[in-house]
């Protein structure tokens, strides 16, 4: 076997999980170092024990696009566009940043000035109408480059249709153009819709430079220290993609972070004998929800990572809500209690933090009722009095409202889990899926915290507790595949489009990936491709999803796939109107030697009860038993109310509940109703 690390950058630690050629496991979290994360990647790799000349593959997950995007902290990109189409990445789709009242901003990617017109045009059906000025385009290229732009975006109005005039545009551009920042729209998303397609390209060629100097950073601190084998990079939608070919496609990697979970994830059910499960990882300031059916993740194309800004891009469906252990709790002008989406960050941090923190968070109330140990928690610079975290309850919460210290942290609980119960049902019960059908699969340092309430809340039977909950976006690095997705547009009748065409299209669509797939020959030990539809009925606005089985279904067959999602989703048959075929997709995933996760954590030597405190659970204090989870055996019961604790999370089981470790090491929760 080889050496094989996966690293995943956080927004306050960076984790390790190393498979050592005999198949054990080594570990580090080290803190993020966020000027330059390639520090943070290689602190890791020495606290594990390791040395970069040894390892032969890194997988790695980074936050560089994501938070480039969110901070605004981009490259100056210049846009050419169609003669008159010049405000459509401002213009939108008629939303407001605020759902009430009239209030709010909005800054588009490319400023005004740097977006430029030139004369061509493309009819919806790829026909030519009006040729391109060739002669305007290499004036405003040298325009745009003049005017200190460090990437170039090239989005034409129906080139999804007819990529002929972007293609020749291109060729100018980047025969004048410095660098080899330069994206086509059609490249990146052949697909229908201008404005999501042209504000995904803008996204990705404003996180194009920032994420190749990133990279470029970290392969040369890896090979000056020896490091001379292949490094991958996750991408949003739980695939993984050669670090040389990554900056092309940059926007592709924005969001995953919370994917890598959710292959970890996929990776684990599948070892546990389950395929249904609803991802639950809450970490410091936000908490991430996806649904996994049939041991698939959820893919979904219409991503927003802020207002104004949607990538079309296939990525895992992945709700996040402002809720996380830094999530402030308070009372708003009305006098309610809210919590979050405001967070004190690892800085100040919560109060419990000693960092200069003064206002209640998550993280305090769970102090507060006895669900954490102050000795165990990680980040603490100054030791703070109990009786601190106390008084802030009482004089932001308790007080007002007219509760006691322990009411007011347990109304904080409840309030943040409300939060979190709604993103779950965004996933499942939204989408026609039964929770009840699923196990709650929970992760991240504060999930197993939450996870029973959760579960009981929305009626969900069962919680699994991975190995390492607090490492598991680094295990997902560690199991995920190759993957390259695929889209073209039709956008016509279902009845209107020959079985050839699409037959063709999805074959064209499954060569192209697995041309890029199978490059890597070290690494892919199979191929999986998968077909899929997007679909509406005509007249409608919003598309669905629908698997195709395979490359040559008639049009009937997919007529009836069609229905059927449909009915799957919304309880509703209208079989007298046809479908429109909008996009055919095709995934085409690269599957790299898997792994036993037993060795994640081995099996202790029994002597795992260490003691026991009281817990403040529904109104009143209960005495806990405390578990060391390192220590327990394989198929050992803990009754709740309990806390079994371990060096990257805490998991409270409430009364009633029970836990069971299965052979993966695996905390198996039956949760009471």
Not at 46 to 72: C, F, K, Q, Y
Not at 251 to 268: C, E, I, L, R
Not at 359 to 385: E, K, S, Y
Request: contains cysteine; aromatic residues 4%.
């Amino acid at each position: 076997m080889r050496r094989v690390a996966g690293v995943d950058v956080g927004g306050t630690f960076t984790d390790l999980l190393l498979q050592d050629a005999d198949g054990g496991m080594r570990l580090s979290k080290v803190p993020t170092t966020s000027p330059n994360q390639a520090d943070g990647v290689l602190a890791a790799i020495e606290a594990a024990g390791a040395d970069p000349a040894s390892l032969d593959l890194i997988i790695h997950g980074t936050t560089a696009t994501t938070n480039a995007v969110l901070e605004r902290k981009l490259a100056r990109v210049g846009l050419i566009t169609t003669l008159g189409f010049r405000d459509v990445l401002e213009l939108g789709r008629r939303t407001r940043p605020n759902s009430y009242g009239m209030t709010g901003s909005f800054e588009p990617l490319v400023p005004r000035e740097l977006r430029r017109e030139v004369a061509e045009r493309v009819d919806a059906r790829g026909q030519v109408v009006t040729s391109l000025d060739e002669d305007a385009v290499a004036r405003d290229v040298i325009a745009l480059r003049d005017a200190g732009c460090e990437a170039l975006v090239i989005h034409f109005l129906h080139a999804y249709a007819n990529p002929a005039h972007e293609k020749r545009a291109g060729e100018i551009a980047r025969a004048i153009w410095p660098n080899h920042y330069v994206t086509l729209g059609h490249e990146l998303l052949s697909e229908f819709r201008e404005y999501e397609r042209g504000t995904t390209a803008s996204v990705n060629a404003a996180v194009q430079p920032v994420l190749d100097r990133y990279l470029h950073r970290l392969q040369d601190q890896l090979a000056a220290r020896g490091h001379r084998r292949d490094l991958l990079v996750m991408n949003g939608n739980g695939g993984t993609v050669p670090a040389r070919l990554v900056a092309k496609e940059a926007a592709k990697t924005v969001m995953s972070g919370p994917a890598s979970g959710v292959m970890a994830a996929a990776a684990t059910l599948a070892q546990s004998e389950l395929s249904n499960a609803i991802t639950y990882d809450m970490g410091g300031t936000s908490t991430d929800v996806a649904l996994i059916a049939g041991g698939v993740p959820e893919v979904s194309a219409e991503l927003s990572i802020a207002y104004g800004l949607p990538i079309h891009l296939p990525m895992v469906d992945v709700r996040t809500v402002g809720a996380g252990g830094g999530s402030i709790a308070g009372l708003d002008r009305a006098g309610m209690l809210r919590v979050g989406p405001e967070s004190a960050g690892s800085a100040p941090g919560p109060i419990c933090y000693g960092r200069g923190g003064t206002r209640p968070t998550i993280t305090d109330a769970n102090l507060v009722l006895g669900r954490l140990d102050p000795a165990r928690l990680l980040a603490v610079r100054d030791a703070v009095p109990m009786e601190r975290i106390r008084d802030a309850f009482l004089r932001e919460v308790g007080e007002p409202l007219g509760l006691s210290v322990e009411q007011a942290a347990e109304a904080t609980i409840r309030l943040a889990n409300v939060h979190m119960t709604g993103a779950i049902r965004m996933v499942s019960l939204s989408k026609g899926h039964d929770p009840r059908d699923f196990v709650l699969f929970a992760f991240g340092g504060a999930g197993p915290l939450h996870a029973v309430a959760l579960a009981r809340e929305i009626g969900i039977p069962e919680v699994l507790v991975p190995a390492r909950p607090g490492l598991t976006n680094a295990l997902g690095c560690l199991v995920a595949d190759l993957r390259q997705d695929l889209v073209n547009t039709l956008n016509r009748g279902l009845d209107d489009i020959p079985e050839e065409e699409i037959a063709a299209t999805l074959a064209a669509q499954r060569e192209r990936g697995l041309a890029t797939v199978l490059a890597e020959k070290g690494e892919v030990e199979d191929a999986l491709v998968l077909h899929s539809a997007e679909m509406q009925f005509r007249g409608q606005t919003h598309l669905i999803r629908v698997p195709l089985p395979h490359a040559a279904m008639t049009r009937a067959e997919i007529q009836a796939a069609f229905e059927a999602a449909y009915f799957a989703r919304f309880q509703i048959r209208m079989p007298e109107i046809r479908a429109v075929l909008v996009n055919l997709n095709t995934s085409v995933i690269g599957k790299r030697p898997g792994f036993s996760l037993a060795g994640l954590l081995p099996e202790g030597d029994g002597d795992a009860l260490v003691g026991e405190r009281p817990i403040y659970a529904d109104g009143a204090w209960h005495a806990a038993k405390i578990w060391q989870r390192e220590r327990l055996r394989r198929g050992t019961r803990i009754a709740g109310p309990a806390i079994i604790q371990q060096a990257d999370a805490t998991t409270v089981l409430e009364p009633g509940s029970e836990a069971v470790v299965d052979v993966l090491g695996n905390l198996r929760i039956k949760v009471r109703a």
